[in-house]
């Protein structure tokens, strides 16, 4: 199978990159060796295009073969022609919703717009965001009311204690059910995007749109949010350093974590490009 063309699905936070928000060397040069086969590279994360082009950039994923999902599977990005070929954005009486109910309980709330992260006060919750994602937050007390555009994604942030969004996640549950999708990608991060939209459904689309079948593909990740991707791909791989519930679902687990390069082994073991670090 070695010969086939393949496509990695790669998680950011985590998974790519190191606690320090980094890309170690041997990350960057499994992917471009990666590239030089004539393999496809996919970005997989929940951060907006905003906030993960600074990323793209630095692994020069700007070439013929390289695409991002992001917003957890919400907008899909060619990043060679710079173009989106995929968008689903939720209804802005939603919006209203999990604002309102987030706020009720206390919680931090923010949304995007495609070049910032738009949230009503600036709390240390969205500075904290901001100082590892680099996108440039815009705060408006009338937020809601001065939208231009139904976003993508809502995220809610609550930094010390974990319970208190699953409790809020349980509690709107059935207000959720048949409208949006509800699911942590760290465990402070619970992410909020339109009914179906997960990077699962995004690996199904590209490979659609790209052609390949899904038994080429390779998925990797660390958090709740990137089951359905392991589930979607030929082979779903779990980073060590990732969560119990995610490894249950992955068909491999690597030996590295994510500040020891765990994506090139996966890479190096899957891919057929041996490389010497």
Same mark, same amino acid.
Request: some cysteine; proline content about 4%; overall charge negative.
């Given at each position: ?7 990695? &699905? ?11 928000? $980094? ?27 905003? @906030? ?5 950039? /630095? ?7 390289? =695409? ?33 109910? #987030? ?11 495609? @070049? ?14 901001? /100082? ?5 937050? $815009? ?28 409790? =809020? ?14 699911? &942590?990608?760290?465990?402070? =991060?619970?992410?909020?995007? #339109? ?23 390779? #998925? ?11 589930? #979607? ?18 068909? =491999? ?16 073991? &899957? ?5 010497? &670090?």
């Amino acid at each position: 199978m070695n010969h086939l063309q393949k496509i990695l &699905f790669t998680d950011l936070d985590g998974t790519l990159l190191d606690d320090n928000k $980094k890309i170690t060397p041997e990350n960057s040069a499994a992917i471009a060796g990666a590239l030089s086969k004539g393999h496809k590279i996919v970005v997989s994360t929940g951060r907006p295009l905003a @906030g993960a082009l600074p990323v793209i950039q /630095s692994l020069g994923l700007e070439q013929k073969g390289c =695409y991002a999902i992001t917003y957890n599977g919400g907008l899909i990005y060619d990043c060679y022609q710079k173009e989106t070929l995929y968008k689903k954005t939720l209804s802005r009486s939603y919006v209203e919703y999990i604002f309102q109910e #987030a706020g009720k309980r206390g919680l931090h709330c923010q949304t995007y717009s495609s @070049g910032h992260v738009l949230s009503k006060a600036f709390t240390p919750e969205l500075e904290d965001y901001v /100082s590892h994602t680099l996108v440039p937050p $815009k705060i408006d007390p009338d937020l809601l009311q001065n939208l231009d555009e139904d976003p993508v994604k809502i995220l809610v942030i609550e930094l010390t204690n974990t319970e208190k969004l699953l409790t =809020y996640r349980r509690e709107i549950s059935g207000w959720a059910k048949g409208k949006i999708s509800v699911f &942590f990608s760290s465990p402070y =991060y619970l992410e909020h995007v #339109a009914e179906g939209i997960s990077k699962g459904s995004a690996v199904r689309f590209l490979c659609r749109y790209l052609q390949i079948p899904l038994a080429q593909t390779i #998925a990797v990740g660390d958090a709740e949010n990137d089951i359905p991707m392991l589930a #979607a791909a030929g082979l779903g791989a779990a980073m060590c350093n990732g969560t119990e519930e995610v490894k249950k679902h992955a068909g =491999y687990i690597t030996t590295a974590d994510n500040n020891h390069s765990g994506v090139a082994e996966i890479i190096t073991k &899957f891919m057929g490009c041996p490389f010497s &670090f």
